[in-house]
Structures are given as C-alpha cells and as structure tokens.
C-alpha cells in the first residue's frame, strides 16, 4: 500500500468495527485486551481517532505534553457504535484535508504527516480484529493490508520504548530474525546497540543468513506480530533459534 490508500483503508476497517459491534453486547469482554470490554474497545479506538487528528490538525512539531483532547462521548454505552462512526468522519476529514508529506513529529521513523494516517490503520484493523474475537468471528484480513501492517510494525519497533518498555531488552549479541510469508521477506536485526529492520542481503547478491525464521501467511504473521495469535497455536513456522524466538515474543509487544 503507499500513502495515498491509507486514508481509504483507514475508513473501511472504521466501518466494519463499527458493523461488528453494533447491537452487539458492548459489556463482553475482550480476551485479546485483558480487563476490556468491547464497549471498552470501541471508546479506545474512537479515542485515538479523535488525538491522531487533533496531532494533524495542529502539525505538532514536539511530543505533545498532555493527551488531552474533548472526546465527547455519548451519555449511555449504547450510543459508542454511533459515537465512533463520528470519530471516524472527523478523522476522514482531517486526512483528506492534510497534506501527508507535510513534516511533523511522529514517534516512529517517519517524521511526516502520512505516519499516523497509517498508524491510524493498523490501530484500527487489529482492535477491529480483537472485536470480532471476542465475538466468536472469524477476523479476515487483505493481504496488503497485512504486508503494510508487518512492515510499519518491524519499521516502528525500536522506536516504541516510550510506551512499551520491555522492546528495550530485544538487544541480543549479534542475531537475526527472518519473517517470511509469500513473496515477502523482512530481516529484523538484533545487535547489542540496538535493533532494527534491515536490508535483506549482506553483499547486494546474496540473502543473508537469520538465526531463527517466522513464516507464514501475511495475515498470521501480523496477527502474530500484534499478539493476536499464539506462536505455538501451529498457523506458523517456527525454524530455528527457538530461544531467540521466545526472547522476540516475550519482549517485541507494543
């Protein structure tokens, strides 16, 4: 996907959370956010619309000092679906109105306006996921879509310590983690420096060697990366460093 289709895709998985949780009993919980429910859920997501685009309408050039932002919500829990449908337009309308080359402090690698239209994305789609499991659906997910998400994950990763520390610790002496799904590959270095996503060849002829390989579907290999999917459930692959691999999932959440 390239910028211009993340405001679209945005406002698509925006409608279908929507559809998946009205009239739905907004008090069931959420297993894949303990202690929310999806009432919970869906004030969360609405929330973030509502920052995102008071960030873009104010082209912040310095971390924010508060969070603060009017979210307006509606008097009785029933009304999240209708609430969240507005928080949606709201943002549809900023981003539409934004020019995403604009420069503009983002949190992650990417210091442009087009950042959190696409991490708008992919906070949307993944708790749109969460919501119909906890409704016992099937979540499906399109193939760019996922390939984007695991791409703005991996790339954002070393830059999320702020808020999900226990990333500091992925440092290991010098290893790598291949994430492999059909036609696509991604190599995560692990180095006692840092880490970070990393060209795929060590010469510019030839693929490098990982230590440990992930592969799978895009869709699995996302919903693995967000922890909406067991490691060990068997919808992966998992070669390799078997250490390495569990020190990834015990440390890469965010």
Do not use: K
């Not at 894949?32 to 920052?51: A, E, F, K």
């Not at 080359?101 to 949307?124: N, S």
């Not at 909406?228 to 068997?234: E, F, V, Y």
Request: aromatic share 8%; glycine share 6%; proline share 6%.
């Amino acid at each position: 996907m390239d910028p211009a289709q993340h405001g679209a895709a945005v406002a698509a998985e925006a409608a279908s959370f929507i559809a998946t949780v009205t009239g739905a009993d907004l008090s069931t919980a959420v297993p894949t956010c303990p202690g929310w429910t999806l009432g919970d859920l869906t004030q969360h997501v609405g929330g973030v619309h509502r920052w995102f685009s008071e960030l873009l309408r104010r082209r912040v050039q310095q971390p924010p000092t508060s969070r603060a932002v009017d979210l307006h919500l509606p008097e009785r829990p029933q009304g999240l679906p209708d609430w969240l449908a507005e928080s949606a337009a709201q943002s549809a309308e900023v981003f539409a109105a934004t020019d995403l080359d604009a420069p503009m402090w983002a949190w992650g690698v990417d210091q442009h306006a087009r950042f959190w239209v696409r991490r708008m994305l992919f906070e949307t789609l993944v708790h749109r996921v969460d919501a119909q499991l906890a409704l016992g659906l099937t979540p499906q997910v399109d193939r760019a879509s996922a390939v984007d998400g695991i791409d703005e994950f991996l790339t954002n990763l070393p830059f999320a310590a702020s808020f999900a520390p226990l990333t500091a610790q992925l440092r290991t002496p010098n290893r790598a983690i291949r994430f492999s799904c059909p036609d696509e590959d991604w190599l995560f270095d692990l180095r006692p420096d840092g880490f970070a996503l990393t060209a795929d060849t060590a010469d510019g002829t030839a693929a490098r060697t990982a230590d440990a390989t992930v592969r799978g579907t895009a869709t699995d290999l996302l919903l693995l990366l967000y922890g909406r999917l067991d490691p060990r459930s068997g919808a992966v692959q998992l070669l390799g460093d078997q250490d390495l691999l569990d020190h990834w999932f015990a440390h890469s959440a965010f």
